[in-house]
């Protein structure tokens, strides 16, 4: 099994939540109290987050294996998801798989008023499920109920061979599993969970294909050619690139993200699942049921017995959709699987 990187953060014992959010490193909690320091002595200001925020989104770009020129700045997914549903034609169709997250579903079922036609499948029939008539397909790269892992290469295959566009949410897998947001039409991620950011910052990867069919619905000051010199309108240049589709980044946010999407995207991927996923495994063993290759494990649990069981034990868990979570990433190891084991009594 790889070795973790405890040395990243700060002791948090029991801490099995990556899944609903990550913890900080200690770079990010240096680089937030820096900039408390700076913005009560009044020495912030906005030109120096610009250049925190071109950072962090080439280090994102690295990390998400896209020219930088393809990346967008948000707060929230569901957001940006709700500009690409917008510019889904009148009557389209839209599939997803059943049970994925609300934020890759719900702003394509509001269109329905105007004729959109959201299909939903079972994730393993997702590329089976492609057709003629499919405009879009939007899926979970790592579904958030059960930790699954979508055949992405299959989902891929399939938009190809139909002329369908793809929309992957790569919030439960980047930073813990390798991406490559080249792959899709789209990307959005929220870097708030597996990529150990403060909640405020995430990203869109946008092709050239989708940007071209899309109307930047939420421009503002920051979606323009030149930020500064699109403060007042109404006349305005937007970026000719996805930064079209910026929203104003919340400061204090970025000035945390930057440390560790710095430290993510240097790290090897495949190393980090390996660990994940192989102390999930672990768990598995332990546990006396089938290995699921995953670093999110979950587990039926309709009555939350277990989770209390955890909760009582001072382990840091989550429940979905009727299943307990138990999440690994860089802070884990088998002590953690230990610890699991014996809060259940097994």
Not at 94 to 120: C, H, K, M, N, W
Not at 130 to 148: I, K, R
Not at 190 to 211: D, S
Request: aromatic share 8%; with cysteine; net charge negative.
């Amino acid at each position: 099994m790889t070795e973790p990187r405890p040395d990243l953060f700060a002791p948090a014992p029991g801490y099995l939540a990556a899944c609903t959010m990550g913890l900080p490193m200690r770079s990010t909690v240096e680089a937030l109290r820096a900039d408390l320091d700076r913005w009560s002595s009044g020495r912030a200001g906005p030109v120096a987050y610009g250049a925190v925020v071109e950072e962090a989104r080439a280090a994102f770009a690295r990390l998400a294996r896209v020219d930088v020129g393809r990346v967008a700045i948000a707060s929230q997914t569901s957001a940006m998801v709700a500009v690409l549903a917008a510019s889904v034609p009148d009557g389209a169709e839209v599939l997803v798989p059943t049970g994925d997250f609300s934020s890759i579903v719900y702003p394509f079922v509001v269109q329905e008023a105007r004729g959109v036609r959201v299909r939903s499948v079972p994730l393993d029939e997702l590329a089976g499920s492609v057709g003629p008539d499919t405009h879009l397909v939007a899926w979970s790269a790592v579904q958030s109920a059960t930790g699954e892992v979508a055949d992405d290469a299959a989902v891929v295959a399939a938009a190809a061979r139909h002329g369908a566009l793809t929309l992957c949410d790569l919030t439960q897998a980047a930073g813990v599993r390798p991406v490559d947001a080249s792959r899709y039409d789209a990307s959005v991620t929220h870097a708030y969970k597996w990529l150990c950011c403060p909640r405020g910052v995430a990203f869109l990867t946008l092709g050239e294909r989708l940007q071209r069919m899309t109307v930047p619905a939420q421009a503002g000051w920051y979606a323009g050619d030149d930020v500064w010199g699109s403060c007042y309108g109404p006349e305005m240049r937007l970026a000719a690139d996805a930064r079209a589709f910026d929203v104003s980044p919340a400061w204090q946010a970025w000035a945390g993200a930057l440390p560790a999407l710095r430290t993510f995207a240097g790290l090897d991927a495949d190393e980090t699942w390996a660990h994940a996923a192989g102390t999930g495994d672990a768990l598995c063993a332990r546990l006396g049921i089938e290995a699921q290759g995953r670093a999110i494990v979950t587990w039926a649990d309709p009555d939350g017995r277990d989770q209390r069981l955890l909760g009582d034990a001072g382990l840091v868990v989550s429940g979905r959709a009727g299943r307990v979570r138990v999440a690994f990433h860089l802070w884990n190891d088998e002590s953690d699987v230990e610890a699991v084991a014996a809060a259940l009594g097994r």
